[in-house]
């Protein structure tokens, strides 16, 4: 069944030197308890397509095309009072990029944790019984909750924003970056504790990140963004297997693995400016195929099997 399906976003940003063209006809679809990642370098667009599946954008973005359709219902078209009482952490909730760094000092977990459950009416006793049981869920005692976040290690404030993201048993987790900041141990910790989490509440997740390695360990699917436009989209076996753009596979061949000892290389060049992007396809600066119609045309999305699609001109027939 069908979760989400994105449909042609588009997303610009105004600034005082121009219009940032963040998200140009991105679409994608999730199934219920399925991951997608979605990676590409800084810059790209991940966070800012994670804030439209969110409506948490920021007030000098400008929604200016598409549809996120959430069980149906096209969430870009409802309220915001809509949106916050059915949606909002209550069948989707996000853990944004650094969002361990943004509890609020002076507050009490508890106080934090059930902030948006009494918003929604919840009663304070049921509320505090609810966050207690998030935080047992997450690994932690319910002890956390009389703690202030100056008492807690990363791993423990991550483990908390998880417990807030997961409380209100939402259906989706958009998770931006949720283990950049913590050391290798910490890190593969919070992978597990996503995975159980993602079975035992049968939760789908977006998870964002620019590295493909720990996307591998969770992903059904991988969409792949360079400069604000979908590069590739498909299951995660045939992104890793045999990605098709040249993009995903100079992406690829920047991963080390443990496995086999290949020669590491980069992608030259860095991710354009939105502002004034390259003409034709965003990536042909860097592209080391590029060709003639490259520079002209923008490429179209090919579809090749089972769903897999690439915006290459290297795979237009005809
Ligand atoms: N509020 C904003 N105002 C103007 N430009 C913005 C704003 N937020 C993001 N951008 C620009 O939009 C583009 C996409 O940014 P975004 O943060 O979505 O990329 P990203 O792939 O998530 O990068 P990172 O991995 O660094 O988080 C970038 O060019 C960025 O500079």
Not at 17 to 33: H, M, P, Q, T, Y
Not at 145 to 161: A, C, D, E, F, N
Not at 223 to 250: C, M, N, R, W
Request: aromatic share 6%; net charge positive.
């Amino acid at each position: 069944m069908v979760l989400l399906n994105v449909k042609n976003v588009r997303l610009n940003y105004i600034t005082t030197r121009g219009i940032v063209k963040a998200l140009d006809n991105v679409s994608f679809s999730l199934d219920e308890g399925e991951t997608i990642a979605i990676v590409g370098e800084t810059g790209s667009g991940k966070s800012t397509l994670a804030k439209v599946i969110t409506r948490s954008w920021e007030e000098n973005a400008r929604v200016i095309g598409g549809e996120v359709i959430f069980e149906g219902v096209n969430i870009l078209g409802l309220s915001e009072e809509e949106f916050r009482r059915s949606y909002r952490w209550v069948k989707i909730a996000m853990v944004p990029q650094g969002s361990m760094n943004s509890l609020n000092p002076v507050l009490r977990v508890v106080d934090q944790m059930i902030e948006p459950l009494l918003l929604r009416g919840i009663p304070r006793i049921d509320a505090i019984k609810i966050a207690g049981d998030a935080l047992e869920s997450v690994g932690l005692s319910k002890d956390v909750l009389t703690k202030y976040p100056h008492q807690l290690s990363g791993g423990m404030k991550q483990r908390v924003i998880i417990a807030m993201a997961i409380q209100s048993r939402p259906k989706l987790v958009v998770l931006d970056e949720p283990t950049s900041a913590l050391d290798v141990m910490t890190q593969a910790n919070i992978m597990n504790l996503l995975k159980r989490l993602r079975s035992k509440f049968k939760l789908s997740y977006i998870f964002i990140t620019h590295d493909l390695a720990l996307a591998s360990e969770l992903a059904d699917k991988v969409l792949v963004l360079y400069a604000g436009k979908v590069a590739e989209f498909g299951s995660a076996d045939v992104i890793y297997s045999e990605p098709k753009h040249p993009y995903t596979q100079g992406l690829m061949s920047s991963v080390p693995t443990l496995r086999e000892d290949k020669k590491l290389s980069f992608i030259p060049g860095e991710v354009p400016s939105l502002i004034n992007p390259p003409s034709g396809c965003r990536f042909h600066p860097r592209c080391p195929f590029a060709m003639d119609i490259c520079r002209r045309e923008e490429p179209p999305l090919v579809t090749l099997e089972n769903g897999h699609v690439v915006a290459c001109w290297l795979y237009v027939k005809g």
